[in-house]
């Protein structure tokens, strides 16, 4: 059961471009979701998250938005730029429940076309 | 500062043999965890553990996988009899307890360790 989904495979944005990456999740328990970004033979790399007591993160070109009620969060990459090119993936965790582990996403990976 | 390394970063087993992959966390970090990632998809939670004691190893996929952190800083998982399914990326993550009243889940991960079973 994927608990974590995010259904967009791939996604390719022109340089400058808004670069948008969505993520689904089904437990309601989740209460802190995070953003990873991965380049190739390279390990996860963390790059923004968001407490459910929130529902808006921004730390300079990249803003993640959460949508309780739709069990949604989206992340927003303004303007997109080459570098940003990698495989992202989101991740969620329930620790306020005790519940330390990182559940991810299958990961979406973004092209950014120069 | 350093960030989590993992050794080796590539290691080819023949099926039956043992491996072990080799976790050194960020200096100080209390948590320590592990994920395997197949490829083309997310990384999976195997266990985890906070200094030395092992909290949680519900994902550990079989008895033939182990993990230890006997001195609360380097971390092993061991995988014994190897099969073609244990063929993935073992990630090892770090996390400090900073904000512990707020937990937050920020994992700093290694570039990982690439097993392929033959």
């Known amino acids: 059961d994927q608990q974590v989904k995010q259904n967009s495979p791939s996604l390719s944005v022109q340089e400058g471009r808004i670069s948008i990456l969505n993520c689904d999740y089904t437990n309601s328990m989740f209460d802190y979701f995070l953003w990873y970004k991965k380049y190739p033979a390279e390990g996860p790399t963390f790059l923004i998250s968001?407490?459910?007591?929130?529902d808006k993160n921004e730390d300079g070109r990249f803003t993640v938005f959460l949508n309780k009620s739709a069990k949604h969060l989206s992340l927003h990459i303004v303007p997109s730029q080459p570098g940003d090119s990698a495989v992202y993936f989101c991740?969620?965790?329930?620790?306020?429940?005790?519940?330390?582990?990182?559940?991810f996403g299958t990961g979406t990976r973004l092209t950014i076309i120069p | 500062g350093a960030g989590v390394s993992q050794s080796p970063r590539y290691k080819v087993a023949k099926r039956g043999q043992d491996v072990a992959l080799r976790c050194d966390p960020i200096?100080?970090?209390?948590?320590l965890f592990w994920y395997q990632q197949a490829l083309g998809q997310g990384p999976e939670f195997l266990t985890y553990f906070q200094n030395e004691a092992q909290l949680d190893k519900s994902g550990l996929p079989s008895d033939r996988f182990f993990a230890e952190r006997p001195e609360g800083s380097v971390s092993t998982l061991k995988i014994q009899r190897t099969q073609q399914e244990d063929s993935a990326v073992y990630l090892c993550?770090?996390?400090?307890?900073?904000?512990?009243?707020?937990?937050?889940?920020?994992?700093?991960f290694g570039p990982g360790t690439r097993l392929l079973v033959l």
């Open positions: 993550a770090s996390r400090d307890v900073t904000g512990w009243i707020l937990r937050r889940e920020t994992q700093y």
């Open positions: 200096s100080g970090h209390v948590s």
């Open positions: 991740a969620a965790s329930d620790v306020l429940y005790g519940n330390e582990k990182l559940t």
């Open positions: 968001i407490s459910s007591i929130k």
